[in-house]
């Protein structure tokens, strides 16, 4: 039998991540295939190392990707540091802070977990308290977590395991180039991000970041494989990190000027991150937060307009996700349903014990712009009329273009007075 040519149909996506990703970067990645030591190649890797500090706002030496999603990078960081029997704190605010527990489990780390409500953050003082008291050799804590989305604060908190000898791993998935991370200032040690979401690119790799300290550990835990090492090189087996793909003292020497073999290099998707990132930096990180914060803040007075109501605390709200509590009696996957077949924009559910309470809308990436959000506010409450529910009529989207016009007036306001 011969199956039809693939077709895709076109979306608008609104969920916290897969993200629309930007049309320039699908075409680098549809380029042709180079070899992973090709000089052309490696010199791509090269700038793409250069780009990833900038983009990550760090003055780390080693900033590249992992292949595989986020969760290879994350699971990366902490399984070539966790040692069995390592003490690991994990604070965690969603459910994401359970998947670093896992994955520090996984590793043979003692793990103890600390958590606070869905919809809620930590005082800094909860988390420092336990760092001075039970010591532990790493603390692993999600920045932004979608489940919830809320972000935490964390400079306190790195500057406790600073001074407590910690280890400090961040999950900045969700944040990065979307928000403010700032990895040195906030004693960050090693931090992961993911392509699907702010950075507008397919997933498949985890950018990460780490410093001295981490690359400390990675010295003492290196085994090169035996099939490629010299007699010079260590072949320790005591303390060697358990996985191949995910060691990343072995990554590491594919990512020096050594070019130590490895895996095979997924080329094309280095490609698609190198035009992610280039294209982040000539928006500039500044200008890129603030077309986070205006189209948020018009979504929000969107939703507020309809008169849905936004979950959790609003100190601590993730600009880069809304939370929506689902009005009572609604049915929240029939909603994205109709979303979906009639109008072509997805937006997520959610997980856990906030199944069928909210609905996440994110705003990342190329994907959070004014059309997007304006078409999100004009169809969820198009949807809810035809779904029989309650909203402010024609209110949701007036609000969010009144959003628009403020910051337009405030903008031309500031040019004229600068
Ligand atoms: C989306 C997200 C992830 C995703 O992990 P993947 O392996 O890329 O699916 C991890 N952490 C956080 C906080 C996220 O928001």
Redesign the pocket.
């Known amino acids: 039998m011969m199956e039809k040519p693939l077709t895709i149909p076109p979306r608008t996506i609104m969920t916290?991540?897969p993200v629309e990703a930007e049309p320039s970067v699908l075409r680098a990645m549809s380029s042709s295939v180079l070899g992973q030591f090709d000089p052309d190649f490696t010199a791509i890797m090269n700038d793409v190392m250069t780009m990833l500090r900038e983009v990550l706002q760090t003055e780390n030496h080693w900033a590249f990707p992992v292949d595989g999603?986020?969760?290879?990078g994350?699971e990366a960081m902490l399984g070539s540091i966790i040692e069995d029997g390592d003490k690991v704190l994990v604070p965690g605010f969603g459910r994401?802070g359970y998947?670093l527990k896992e994955i520090c489990e996984r590793v043979g780390g003692d793990v103890k977990l600390i958590t606070c409500d869905w919809g809620e953050v930590f005082e800094e003082d909860e988390v420092t308290q336990v760092i001075r008291d039970w010591k532990p050799k790493v603390v692993a804590m999600?920045h932004?977590?979608?489940s919830t989305g809320r972000v935490h604060p964390l400079k306190a908190i790195g500057h406790a395991c600073r001074e407590n000898d910690a280890l400090f791993i961040v999950?900045a998935?969700?944040t990065v180039a979307g928000m403010d991370v700032l990895p040195d200032e906030w004693y960050i040690d090693g931090l992961i991000t993911?392509t699907?979401?702010c950075l507008s690119i397919p997933?498949g790799l985890?950018p990460l970041t780490y410093n001295h300290r981490i690359e400390a550990v990675l010295q003492e835990r290196k085994s090169v494989e035996e099939g490629i090492a010299s007699s010079e090189d260590p072949r320790g087996m005591d303390r060697r990190v358990r996985s191949n793909y995910l060691d990343l003292s072995q990554l590491q020497d594919y990512w020096s000027p050594k070019r130590l073999n490895h895996h095979t290099e997924a080329t094309s998707m280095i490609y698609g991150l190198y035009e992610g990132l280039r294209v982040i930096l000539e928006e500039t990180l500044p200008a890129r937060f603030a077309r986070h914060k205006e189209n948020e803040a018009a979504l929000v007075a969107g939703i507020e307009g309809m008169g849905l109501e936004l979950f959790g605390d609003p100190a601590a709200k993730l600009t880069t996700v809304t939370c929506v509590k689902i009005p009572p009696g609604v049915d929240g996957d029939a909603v994205r349903k109709q979303l979906l077949d009639d109008f072509g924009i997805e937006i997520a559910s959610s997980f856990g014990p906030l199944h069928g309470k909210i609905w996440r809308i994110g705003t990342m990436g190329y994907s959070c712009q004014k059309r997007n959000v304006l078409a999100v506010l004009n169809a969820l409450e198009s949807v809810l009329i035809w779904q029989g529910v309650t909203v402010t009529r024609g209110n949701g989207v007036q609000a969010a273009l009144s959003v628009y016009q403020n910051q337009s007036k405030t903008a031309a306001k500031s040019l004229l007075s600068s």
């Open positions: 916290p991540g999603t986020s969760r290879a994350i994401f998947l999600v932004g977590d979608t999950d998935v969700a993911g699907q979401k997933s985890a």
